[in-house]
T-cell receptor, first 111, second 116 residues
């Protein structure tokens, strides 16, 4: 069973703060990891992906991957009210053609 | 910027009826996917499709479901006899390659299916 676990939240942070979103996965064959943002009633939109251990930064977003701990996280710096959404973690297993999603973490950035 | 499109945006049907959901993947993409998301729940993989055949499917994708690429651009999901529990948002996605470590899925806007 390939599980992707996320804290459902809701997570609330004040504007300008750092939001930290976490995700764990069960399958050690997982090769690439994606963070999506989903606004209510909309489709997931890709924020960033990571596949090597360590940190990857893209603007205000930093993804962190620790394959030994089977853990991936997303940090959002200088959080804005427009960042309020549900954040989905997804993993891809290289030998497969499936992407497994977590249930998502609801983030609210308070002005 | 190229995008995945889906039609219709909202489909209402009676239980037991057949529905066909349509998707136009990004033109140079080779792998296509269908997902569903029941309201308030996670995005669930249904099926992936490559080279005119199913690549993988989940346990959700039973005999009531089928997929087809009837021409060079459309990718369809058919539900033969809809049930109340099929009510969900259905997302189509596409990737250039499949299963690669840097492959990125592009999602369509979704079709909301309501079964009455």
């Amino acid at each position: 069973q390939k599980e992707v676990e996320q804290n459902s939240g809701p997570l609330s942070v004040p504007e300008g703060a750092i939001a930290s979103l976490n995700c764990t996965y069960s399958d050690r064959g997982s090769q690439s990891f994606f963070w999506y943002r989903q606004y209510s009633g909309k489709s997931p939109e890709l924020i960033m992906f990571i596949y090597s251990n360590g940190d990857k930064e893209d603007g205000r977003f930093t993804a962190q991957l620790n394959k030994a701990s089977q853990y991936v996280s997303l940090l959002i710096r200088d959080s804005q009210p427009s960042d309020s959404a549900t954040y989905l973690c997804a993993v891809n297993i290289f030998t497969g053609n499936q992407f497994y999603f977590g249930t998502g973490t609801s983030l609210t950035v308070i002005p | 910027e190229p995008e995945v499109t889906q039609t219709p945006s909202h489909q209402v049907t009676q239980m037991g009826q057949e529905v066909i959901l349509r998707c136009v993947p990004i033109s140079n993409h080779l792998y296509f996917y269908w997902y569903r998301q029941i309201l308030g729940q996670k995005v669930e993989f249904l099926v992936s499709f490559y080279n005119n055949e199913i690549s993988e499917k989940s346990e959700i994708f039973d005999d009531q479901f089928s997929v087809e690429r009837p021409d060079g651009s459309n990718f369809t999901l058919k539900i033969r006899s809809t049930k109340l529990e099929d009510s969900a948002m259905y997302f189509c996605a596409s990737t250039i390659f499949g299963g690669g470590s840097t492959d990125t899925q592009y999602f369509g806007p979704g079709t909301r299916l309501t079964v009455l």
